[in-house]
């Protein structure tokens, strides 16, 4: 992560400012300081499109024919770089795809048991289903409730109603 484009000098500038951070700190830092670029480009790119265009209204805006608000072309660039190396390493890296059928096939096994035993969903939640009207309305909340879960959370609630022999 810390040789990609933009992320490099931020890091690098942290290792001199910070010599001794532990990894953690460093790679926070890092991060902070890469926000920051990336804040202050837009802000750059939005204040020289609005000068350029000087509009009077939000009429001039709307039909401008460009956007006012980006980033600009090499931190664009930047970005997809960035991207790229993202999905590569990180959203599509093989364990991430093993976890998320995982996690997929944890939540169809979920719904149907919340569905049918209320009862298991916490305390907060079993308010708004003895609230709830009707079929549709319970099934909002408990997807609710299970769009709310982390993939870890998911888990370990499968496994521990799995434990409880709930499942």
């Known amino acids: 992560m810390a040789e990609l484009p933009l992320l490099k000098g931020c890091f690098a500038t942290v290792d001199v400012l910070y010599p001794s951070l532990n990894y953690y700190r460093r790679r926070h830092e890092a991060l902070r300081r890469f926000f920051g670029v990336l804040v202050e480009d837009v802000i750059a790119v939005a204040q020289e499109n609005l000068s350029q265009l000087a509009p009077q209204n939000v009429i001039d805006i709307r039909y401008a024919g460009r956007p006012m608000v980006r980033f600009s072309d090499p931190v664009w660039a930047h970005l997809k770089t960035i991207r790229a190396f993202l999905f590569k390493r990180m959203y599509r890296a093989p364990a991430v795809v093993t976890m998320r059928h995982e996690v997929t096939d944890v939540v169809r096994s979920l719904f149907p048991l919340f569905m049918k035993r ?14 709830a009207t009707d079929k549709v309305a319970l099934a909002r909340i408990v997807a609710d409730y299970i769009a709310g879960m982390t993939d870890r959370f998911a888990l370990q609630e499968h496994k521990r109603l ?4 709930e499942i």
């Open 118 to 131: 209320t009862n298991l969903l916490p305390k907060q939640w079993r308010k708004d289903v003895s609230a």
């Open 162 to 165: 799995s434990e409880n022999g």
